[in-house]
């Protein structure tokens, strides 16, 4: 009973490796079939751009010989006559795995017919060049291994970008354009020059650099002390209005004031002439207050030798609210 019991759990264990194993290939074939259905899809569209991606997808995720085939094929129809001859070589490999051999003939047959359109692109590769110590080639952002250098090599037709460089070098690009239908360039890449030694970035030095940052700071200093000079002036400005119309609301309650005796209107414009006089007042400080600070800032903003970039100067603008005016002033460390 015992030795039944082991077997069955055994088996349970060896079929849930087999489950969990299964699994992700199975979730790997559900989206392939979903990426070659939207591919052939496409293709019916004539999108090839759009199909040949969703067949290469497919194909990653569950390589068959059928999808290269499929594959092959859009890359043939969108003129991208390299890209199909590589993909039907892999066809007939797989499809030989397989023991396809009626897709084994077919993609013998479609490379056969292919070979003689294939656009080359030869990349000659001078000695001096291939001497430079780190040197590499790069055709379309891809390495181009030392084996493909002087052969002509198949690639679609359209535009190449091809750059060769090297560590301390300057490095050598170009793009070049290849036709279809069996068209053959070359690229001639001789010796990289060598970049300038001895060149440096010059650099300013501390002292330069706390002038700057003295003469910037000093500059800054000035600027904020003709603003506060500005509004300062604006302040006694206001004062003086106000000081005007409190002496000229007191004035109207004398006829209807004995002393600090009044009557209603006498009344009224006495508290006016207080309010307005209240007004002036603390506009004649802020005013005095901030022309003083304008021309404090102002001065010390004026270039100096001696001063040091450690000691710039700091400047903040503190606002300052009272019952009947607001206004601000200006708080410094110098």
């Not at 069955?8 to 849930?16: I, Q, R, Y």
């Not at 129809?77 to 023991?99: F, I, M, N, P, V």
């Not at 509004?231 to 000229?248: C, H, M, N, R």
Request: aromatic letters at 4%.
């Amino acid at each position: 009973m015992r030795t039944k019991l082991q077997l069955l759990a055994l088996s349970c264990t060896a079929a849930s490796a087999v489950l969990l194993l299964a699994s992700p290939a199975r979730a790997d074939t559900a989206a392939a079939e979903a990426r070659f259905r939207e591919g052939l899809q496409l293709m019916d569209q004539k999108d090839y751009s759009a199909a040949c991606p969703k067949l290469a997808e497919s194909n990653r995720l569950d390589p068959a010989s059928g999808t290269l085939l499929a594959l092959a094929l859009c890359y043939e129809r969108a003129g991208k006559t390299a890209s199909a001859w590589a993909a039907y070589t892999d066809a007939a490999a797989r499809a030989k795995l397989e023991k396809r051999a009626d897709r084994e003939k077919a993609a013998k047959q479609k490379i056969a017919d292919l070979e003689p359109k294939l656009s080359k692109l030869t990349l000659r590769v001078s000695d001096q060049a291939r001497g430079t110590s780190g040197f590499s080639l790069k055709r379309d952002g891809e390495p181009v291994g030392e084996g493909s250098w002087d052969s002509p090599t198949p690639v679609d037709p359209g535009e190449h970008e091809i750059e060769a460089s090297a560590p301390g070098h300057e490095s050598f690009k170009v793009s070049v354009t290849v036709g279809a239908d069996g068209d053959q360039k070359t690229i001639e890449i001789a010796a990289l020059e060598k970049l300038a030694e001895g060149v440096v970035t010059p650099v300013a030095s501390s002292s330069s650099s706390a002038s700057a940052d003295t003469s910037t700071s000093g500059g800054s200093l000035r600027t904020v002390g003709l603003i506060a000079g500005g509004v300062g002036v604006v302040a006694l400005g206001v004062g003086t209005y106000f000081g005007l119309q409190a002496k000229s609301k007191n004035s109207d309650s004398s006829d209807d004031c004995d002393g600090n005796v009044c009557g209603d209107s006498g009344y009224a414009a006495r508290q006016d002439a207080r309010s307005a006089g209240n007004t002036a007042t603390i506009a004649f400080v802020a005013g005095g207050v901030l022309v003083a600070t304008g021309v404090t800032l102002y001065v010390l903003g004026a270039p100096s030798k001696g001063r040091e970039a450690s000691a710039r100067p700091s400047v903040q603008l503190v606002p300052a609210l009272a019952p009947t005016a607001a206004g601000g002033f200006v708080r410094g460390v110098f």
